[in-house]
């Protein structure tokens, strides 16, 4: 729409010749008054005739009167002036859609015959107050995309014709008032995406008998599935991303035809539903439960809904269970079982599902082959996070250039990737097994190549890319092995020096054995220094026969030892004892990948070896020790995490702190700030900058080292993924002090970006009080942990009392209070109410000391 672009009114504009339309005090001239001041394109409206002429107006019988005003998308800017469109005292109807208004007019409340009203996407930022009560008429408010806040007026209840309500994306906060139990004539409520709270006015789901689509999304509310027992005309349900809880069955009605329960706390198990025979499945479309708490099986009556076109189940916590059966879910069009605990087999009817155009079935334990799929539509495929199997059918290899999104990464796949790009190969198939005949066997590489002679050298290039990578994981494999020509090799020219295994170390907290029979067989991997070969004779060497004395520190994963391999290279070795779920050959790709990790503020793994059950990650050596060494005066010899001692430290001169006259720094805001900022950047990069996103599950002091330039560099990230999920509850539960209060309870909570962000916090905590997360003395007696102490005095403004007294006077006292404010939302009780590490990176970046300090 638009009203009519006249150039020649430019004229009647100019001499301003007050026409019929403009005299004072009429529709005509409250119309171009409006437009005058609104639109900067006001010259081009033609007034020449009747305002009633103008394109979006309409006036009533006698063509005096305005009773619709249509000017959606004009362009319109500010605020609306008084003593303009709110004299329109017939208008029926007003859309302003779409335009940059800032905010009503004082005199808008006398529009008092009103039906209805369209804001809806401006920038109209105000609060609405109780004369709303005054638009008796109203049958239609669409506010939406605007920015009105505080609460929604209780005269909202003088709205007794009221049927559509349309209040998304504004910020609009507290409960939802009682007043619209009033507006009984209600057929659809919008209220999503606003900061409502509270629970919903009682008798909420009793008392609208015409309402039909009701969207709560993206709030803060509370509430039980019997909120919604009484609808009984409801079609479409949304209460995606708010605080409900109960049982998802509860909330089910006969009509329904969207459901959408997502991000709340749904519990119970989901298999009860499957007994009740009084939910009609056939008029289900939509349907999303995904990210509540769900318990059992997925219900078998679910391929009875045959006019299912969404179906989303994912992230909840189901018992393990087979695929269900989708067969007769001809409509489906996206389908995500992500983290459902499936195991099995993919069943090949997928297949049958010719309108799929989403499949999201990671995170399972689905093994065998992929059936080969021949969904025409399909754009997103995800089946990365299982144990899949085999080769990828070439009907799905050849559909990848023309989809949207795909992971087949973390499988045991064996492809031969001569059509897909290496790039791709490294992002989207992590975890496969290149399984090219080429690259195992000389003989048949020549065929191959030589088949291949025609195509184009880019091709060629990248192909014996992959060969040469895949010679060398061979040559890691294959030499451990001892089965392959090269193994055979390198043992005889280093006949000499056999050593002969199993071997068995001690150390005061565990035993670990390598059981490997010839320490010169087990191939150790420098990723920089492929040519170097180093083996596992070479770490005996570097550190004693693993000696207590080189023994660094004893952590949760296992002893870590130091040493200087061939080539002069110094290292932290560090055997990771506990026992793994991975294979050796998972356990070696996740380490190659991890390898492949670099930051300035991560620790790199430098190499890698599996000496028989134990997986040893090298590591660059960390002249400077780490946080915990730094901030408690520990010595930087043998520590351990919970119980560390000094005796059996060793004096050294590389025990000291390599840079002269940096004790001093030490204790300066300044660098506890920059260890900060370094670590928040390292957390961000592992969350953000990876893909798919890498959780440290291990955030705490001393996995924060200090290298030669006294650089913080964050070490263990990715390690936790190496034990597999045997350990993962243990891992994720983190060390004392460090647990978010998600772990706390007995509900197991699977670890994510948050949880890594509440334990920086912690970090940021010592970083400024100088105090442990547990077991020091807190100024405040009842206090027995860290975080609870700061938290307290945060909220009640106290925080300058937190800051340790030794880098008091070395900054300015509002950046240190500026950073426990940080620290206290980090360490919010609510993960959802974390910031991202981004954010952090940000909020520190703000508070940056100046150089000069
Ligand atoms: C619009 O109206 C306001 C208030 O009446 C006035 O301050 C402003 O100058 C007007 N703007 C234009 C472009 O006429
Ligand atoms: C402006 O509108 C009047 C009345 O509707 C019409 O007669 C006149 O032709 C229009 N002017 C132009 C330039 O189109
Ligand atoms: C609103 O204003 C912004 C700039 O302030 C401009 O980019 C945008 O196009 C305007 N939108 C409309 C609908 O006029
Ligand atoms: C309000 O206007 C927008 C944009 O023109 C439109 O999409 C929306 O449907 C309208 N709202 C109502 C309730 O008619
Ligand atoms: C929205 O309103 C808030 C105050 O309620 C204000 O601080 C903010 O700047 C507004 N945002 C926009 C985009 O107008
Ligand atoms: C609801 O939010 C407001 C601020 O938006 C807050 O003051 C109030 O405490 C919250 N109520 C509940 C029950 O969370
Ligand atoms: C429910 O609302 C959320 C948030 O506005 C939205 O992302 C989601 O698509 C909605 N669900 C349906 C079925 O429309
Ligand atoms: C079936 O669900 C309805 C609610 O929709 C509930 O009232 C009824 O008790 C349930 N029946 C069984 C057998 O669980
Ligand atoms: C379910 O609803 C469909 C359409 O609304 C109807 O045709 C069918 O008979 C119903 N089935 C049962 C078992 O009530
Ligand atoms: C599947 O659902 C999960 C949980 O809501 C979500 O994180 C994921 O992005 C979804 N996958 C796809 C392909 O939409
Ligand atoms: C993967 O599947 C194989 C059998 O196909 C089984 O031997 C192996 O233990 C499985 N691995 C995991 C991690 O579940
Ligand atoms: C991966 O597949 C190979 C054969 O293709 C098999 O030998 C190996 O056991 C598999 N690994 C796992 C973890 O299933």
Known sequence: MGFGVFGSILVLSLFFKPLASQQPNTDGFFVAEFLKNMSVTYSEFNFSGSVCSLQGVTCDADKENVVELRASGLGLSGPIPDTTISKLSKLQSLDLSYNNITSLPSDFWSLSSLKRLNLSSNQISESLTNNIGNFGQLEVIDFSSNNFSGEIPEAISSLTRLQVLNLAENMFEHNIPSGILQCQSLVSIDLSSNQLNGSLPDRFGAVFPKLKTLNLAGNNIYGRDSDFSGMKSITSLNISGNQFQGSVMGVFHEQLKVIDLSRNQFQGHISQVQFNSSYNWSNLVYLDLSENRLSGEIFQKLNQAQNLKHLNLAHNRFTRQKFPQIGMLLGLEYMNLSKTSLVGHIPAEISELLNLNTLDISMNHLVGRIPSLRN????????????????IPSSILKKIPHMEKYNFSYNNFTLCALEISSGTLKTKFIGSVDSCPIAANPILFRKKSAKHSGTKLALVLTFSMICLLAGLLFLAFGCRRKTKMWAVKQASYKEEQNISGPFSFQTDSTTWVADVKQATSVQVVIFEKPLLNITFADLLAATSNFDRGTLLAEGKFGPVYRGFLPGGIHVAVKVLVVGSTLT???????????????????????GYCIAGDQRIAIYDYMENGNLQNLLYDLPLGLQRTDDWSTDTWEEDDNNG?????????????RFRHKIALGTARALAFLHHGCSPPIIHRDVKASSVYLDYNLEPRLSDFGLAKIFGNGLDEEIARGSPGYVPPEFSTSDYDTPTPKSDVYCFGVVLFELITGKKPVGDDYPDEKEENLVTWVRGLVRKNQASRAIDPKIRDTGPDHQMEEALKIGYLCTADLSSKRPTMQQIVGLLKDIEPTANL
């Open 376 to 391: 025409k539509n399909l754009q997103v495929l995800d089946v990365s996070n299982n144990n899949l199997s085999g080769e």
């Open 657 to 669: 702190i390599q840079n002269d006259g940096s004790e001093a720094l030490l204790t300066t805001w």
């Open 584 to 606: 050796d050959q998972e356990a070696a790709r996740e380490l190659e990948y991890l390898g492949r990790i670099k930051h300035p503020n991560l620790v790199p793994l430098t």
